[in-house]
């Protein structure tokens, strides 16, 4: 059964932060919560929202986020809301500012902890309140998304939140001149996330041919565009595809997930990036899913430029290698060797649900495995 999903509104180009305030208040929004971290909000972003608000609006600042999501960051995000009697979250910055925004809008209806939330959606029966996102990144896709991810502290791993549309952004800004200054290592690790949320969507077998096209779509764009945005950071055009390209991956994974986010999932009580552990664990999954999706690893050649599909692993080691990724863990700097835990914790994970093959605990250790060479 095929089940076409909406992403909310998204408007998305230089300049789309001008629009802020003319989008919320057409949605009949009047005070808004404008969250973001110290570091961004050091950076004038609040100050900036603040400017694109119309005259009969008035933004409150909350610019105290911890740029990890964690639970009492969310916390503090809600009850901010709360006090000041706001009616939309504002989440401005990359996934982790995001993601929090999520968690505060269950929140601010529905009483602590959040976790009882977590894979159990139909607990939240209180408001949710509505959100508008601002990616400052190129990666996440969070801005359309239905889920996001939050730690219980930082060194935990984290749970997901969401489900169905309770946290869905009602609008999505995305303005790629936010982008700009992000490092070089940030941009690649950010944009191949967004091509492994384009990859593990269009591998799933649920079927959505319409979400298929969009994720072949970013794809195309993240090969065509990361190695410029990559190299020029002021690149307005590889920019301005890169955002779309994030954009696209969150709506793919509307499909699910599979194993390279369940990696990243594993490994999310160290700091090691996120979108590098799926860029990186990606050619080695798809090696290990290659005989159940020989049909659309073509169609991934297509849009990448490989002669067949066979080459499509290599292809994405080689795009790593170009925007300075390594090809293991321990290139990532991940210093354990716990493969047997982390097969354990991956095997059952949720994730894996929609993966073309589901694998074995002892499937599983084999690819940690090579990971961790
Ligand atoms: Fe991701």
Redesign the pocket.
């Known amino acids: 059964m095929a089940i076409l999903h909406n992403f909310g509104r998204v408007i998305l180009d230089f300049g789309a932060l001008n629009q802020l305030g003319a989008q919320t208040a057409a949605l009949g929004f009047r005070r808004p919560l404008l969250v973001t971290d110290p570091s961004l909000a050091a950076l004038g972003l609040i100050d900036k929202a603040n400017a694109a608000l119309t005259p009969d609006q008035e933004g409150v600042p909350f610019g105290e986020a911890d740029p990890h999501p964690i639970v009492a960051s969310v916390e503090a995000i809600a009850e901010a809301y709360k006090a000041n009697g706001c009616d939309v979250i504002v989440a401005m910055g990359g ?1 982790s500012i995001i993601d929090s925004c999520k968690g505060a809008a269950i929140l601010t209806g529905n009483p602590p902890p959040l976790v009882q939330y977590s894979g159990h959606p139909e607990k939240v029966t209180g408001p949710v309140a509505p959100i508008v996102a601002i990616p400052t990144t190129a ?3 969070s801005e359309v998304s239905r889920g996001g991810g939050i730690h219980p502290r930082v060194g935990e791993r984290e749970f997901g939140i969401g489900g169905e549309d309770l946290v869905l952004p009602r609008l999505a800004i995305c303005d790629p001149e936010l982008t700009l200054s992000l490092p070089p290592k940030l941009t690649a690790g950010t944009g191949m ?2 091509l ?2 384009c990859m593990e969507g269009f591998l799933s077998p649920k079927i959505n041919p319409i979400v298929d096209a969009i994720a072949l779509d970013g794809i195309h764009r993240v090969c065509t565009y990361i190695e410029r945005a990559v190299s020029d950071g002021n690149d307005r055009e590889a920019r301005w595809h890169m955002m779309l390209a994030a954009t696209q ?1 969150g709506m793919a ?1 509307s499909k699910g ?1 599979g194993m ?2 369940t990696l ?1 999932m594993a490994l999310s009580d160290t700091p090691v990036h ?2 590098a552990v ?1 860029s990186v664990s990606m050619p080695v999954v798809l090696r290990f899913l290659e005989d159940k999706v020989l049909d659309k690893l073509d169609r991934l050649a297509e849009v990448m430029n490989c002669r067949n599909g066979g080459q499509v692993a290599a292809a994405i080691e080689a795009l790593n290698d170009r925007v300075g990724l390594p090809r293991t863990f321990r290139g990532l700097g991940y210093e354990k060797n716990d493969f047997v835990e982390l097969s354990a914790y991956s095997t059952p994970h949720r994730f894996n649900e929609t993966s073309p093959k589901k694998p074995s605990e002892a499937e599983f250790r084999e690819v940690i495995t090579e990971l961790l060479a």
């Open positions: 996934g990666g996440t896709g996330d967004a492994v949320h991956g994974i997930l390279a986010h990243s996120h979108g799926v």
